[in-house]
């Protein structure tokens, strides 16, 4: 442990009312410091032995006049107008709620959402700006969620993650088997990604000329890397999805687990014979329903749409569907990319 750790555990489990001037400015500098640094006001407040009311006390200090506010001994000055009460509740809003239980039609949290929700409570204007410094000195940062439907069963969710693929993944060593997770993706010609330009505060609208066009695929990837598709025209029935199975075990010995969502496709009777006709070589199995994010398949046509199809020139249905075939057909010649979908936060389970 080095000198500084050391004085901040001397100075920490000192009697507060004890200590100087200087190791209370110290102990609040490295408490303020800490959470700006990643770590939560609960944590620090809990690892420096103070009362989590302490901790945003120094935070609102801090807020209202910087670190020279965090001084000891210090009278005067501006009183800071988001008390420690109000940054807690805040902290414990942003991270802990959902804007659907404040009301808010949307269920991300903005700028402006945390402003309205802090003036309508305490009566406080705060502008967007401000809010993004009250952010920033939590550490908080916009970011991408995870999505999750509230149809949900965690239970069952729980369940698979824990018991029954790795029964699917130990079946398939027994055997050297093959595992493939499979999906089915619609490409259409409105579908539009990136940016665009338009004056400055005024938000571009994609206008839908209704003769649109489009078509179906189906893909499966391994967490080896391998990866099959198949181009469909029309919808994708038991048919389709038949004869997407037979190319999938075209030419190979090896056993096939096939991991699906619950589509009624993938459990019609029809797509049930044909699966038992084949005396064992695939095994068809059904991922928790309304949990597309267990899926690695997923991923494929994310990069697909969001890479590629959405940022294409106008192009024909033809030309299109020619650019969609040439990226996944690169995309097999890349097994590295194809494996890290197996390497997300809700896929790596499957690696």
């Not at 901040?8 to 959470?35: F, P, S, W, Y």
């Not at 409105?190 to 994609?206: E, F, I, L, N, Q």
Request: overall charge positive; proline content about 4%.
């Amino acid at each position: 442990m080095n000198a500084l750790s050391c004085r901040m555990r001397k100075i920490r489990d000192t009697d507060g009312r004890k200590l100087t001037h200087a190791q209370l400015t110290e102990l609040r500098t490295r408490g303020v410091n800490a959470v700006q640094n990643g770590e939560s006001p609960e944590m620090v407040a809990k690892a420096l032995c103070i009362s989590r009311t302490t901790i945003y006390d120094w935070l609102a200090l801090y807020r209202s006049g910087g670190w020279d506010a965090l001084k000891a001994g210090k009278r005067g000055g501006r009183k800071p107008k988001l008390d420690g009460k109000i940054l807690k509740w805040v902290y414990a809003t942003v991270t802990m709620s959902n804007p659907l239980q404040f009301k808010f039609a949307f269920a991300l949290w903005t700028r402006q959402m945390i402003a309205a929700l802090i003036e309508k409570k305490y009566g406080i204007k705060l502008s967007k700006t401000s809010v993004g410094r009250l952010l920033d000195q939590f550490d908080l940062t916009a970011q991408h969620p995870l999505w999750r439907a509230y149809q949900q069963n965690p239970e069952a969710v729980d369940k698979w993650l824990e018991e029954e693929f790795p029964a699917i993944k130990r079946a398939a060593a027994r055997c050297k088997g093959e595992i493939f997770f499979g999906d089915e993706a619609g490409i259409r010609s409105d579908y539009h990604s990136g940016t665009t330009w338009a004056p400055k505060g005024k938000t571009p609208v994609v206008i839908s000329t209704g003769s649109r066009f489009g078509f179906n695929m189906i893909s499966a990837v391994s967490p080896k890397g391998m990866l099959r598709f198949m181009v469909v025209e029309g919808t994708v029935g038991a048919d389709q999805f038949i004869e997407f199975i037979k190319r999938l075990v075209h030419g190979t010995k090896r056993k096939i687990f096939l991991i699906v969502d619950g589509h009624p496709t993938h459990k019609s009777k029809k797509v049930r014979s044909f699966v038992e006709s084949l005396d064992g070589q695939v095994s068809l199995h059904l991922l928790p329903g309304y949990s597309p994010e267990l899926n690695p398949d997923e991923w494929v046509w994310r990069n697909l749409k969001s890479g590629v199809m959405g940022k294409l020139q106008n192009l024909t249905k033809q030309g299109m569907k020619m650019e969609a075939v040439s990226h996944l057909r690169r995309l097999q010649r890349q097994p590295g990319i194809a494996r890290s979908y197996f390497h997300s936060q809700t896929t790596c389970y499957a690696a």
